[in-house]
C-alpha cells in the first residue's frame, strides 16, 4: 500500500525558467526556517520540500550546503541595510529588524563565530557581513549614544548574538530582548522588515 504526502511535502506544478526568481526566494525563506528549527546539517531535501519545489531546483540555484547558508546570511544582511535605509525608523527599530534575523537565524549565528570561520573564504565573506551590518547601523546610531565607541557596536552585537540559545524562536527573542536590556539599549519591535 503506497502513502500520500503530507500536505505540506505535495509540490505545486513545475513553471519553468519564469519561476526562477520565485523559486529562489521561496528557497531562501525555506531554508531559514529549517535552519533555524533544525540547524545547518539539516537535509536539503527538507528545504526543498518546505519551499514547494524539488531537489533538482534547489541544486539549480545552490549547488551545495554552503551556498544555501550564505544566501540566507546574505538576504538577513540585505533586510538590516534596507531597515537602516530607511528614515522613519529609528535606531532602536533597525535593532529590532537585527533582532528578529538573529533569533530566526540562530544556526548562522555558530557560522559566524565558529573556529571553522578561520578559513580564509569563509571567514573573509563573514567579515564584508559584519562590516556591513555595523555601517547599517552606525547611520542610524545617534549622536553619543552608549554604543558610539570605535568597537562597542559590534561587540554589543556579538555578545546579543551570543546569547541568542534556545529551541524556540520565542525563547531566542526572550533571551536576545534580555541580552539588549542588560547593555541597557533600547530595542524596537522585533519583526522582519516590511518595505
Same mark, same amino acid.
Given at each position: 500500500m503506497t502513502q500520500r504526502?503530507?500536505?505540506? =511535502?505535495?509540490?505545486?506544478?513545475n513553471h519553468g525558467p519564469r519561476a526562477a526568481a520565485r523559486n529562489r526566494a521561496a528557497l531562501v525563506t525555506a531554508a531559514r526556517e529549517i535552519y533555524?528549527?533544525?540547524?545547518?546539517?539539516?537535509?536539503?531535501?527538507?528545504?526543498?520540500?518546505?519551499?514547494?519545489?524539488g531537489q533538482g531546483v534547489l541544486?539549480?540555484?545552490?549547488?551545495?550546503?554552503?551556498a544555501v547558508a550564505t544566501a540566507v546570511l546574505e538576504e538577513n544582511v540585505r533586510q538590516v541595510e534596507k531597515a537602516a535605509a530607511t528614515e522613519d525608523l529609528t535606531f532602536a527599530g533597525v535593532l529590532g529588524v537585527l533582532t528578529w534575523?538573529?533569533? =530566526?537565524?540562530?544556526a548562522f549565528i555558530g557560522l559566524l563565530h565558529a573556529d571553522g570561520a578561520g578559513r580564509s573564504g569563509i571567514r573573509a565573506y563573514a567579515l564584508?557581513?559584519? =562590516?556591513?551590518? =555595523?555601517?547599517?547601523?552606525?547611520?542610524?546610531?545617534p549622536d553619543g549614544h552608549r554604543l558610539g565607541a570605535a568597537d562597542d557596536l559590534m561587540l554589543a552585537v556579538a555578545m546579543v548574538s551570543g546569547a541568542v540559545t534556545g529551541p524556540t524562536r520565542e525563547e531566542r527573542e526572550r533571551r536576545a530582548l534580555a541580552a539588549w536590556r542588560l547593555?541597557?539599549?533600547e530595542v524596537g519591535p522585533v519583526r522582519p522588515f516590511e518595505g
Open positions: 504526502p503530507v500536505p505540506d =511535502e505535495q509540490r505545486p506544478v533555524a528549527q533544525y540547524g545547518l546539517d539539516a537535509p536539503l531535501s527538507a528545504i526543498a520540500r518546505r519551499a514547494g519545489v541544486y539549480r540555484h545552490f549547488p551545495d550546503r554552503a534575523h538573529l533569533t =530566526e537565524s540562530a564584508a557581513l559584519s =562590516e556591513r551590518v =555595523e555601517r547599517a547601523l552606525r547611520g542610524h546610531l547593555l541597557v539599549v
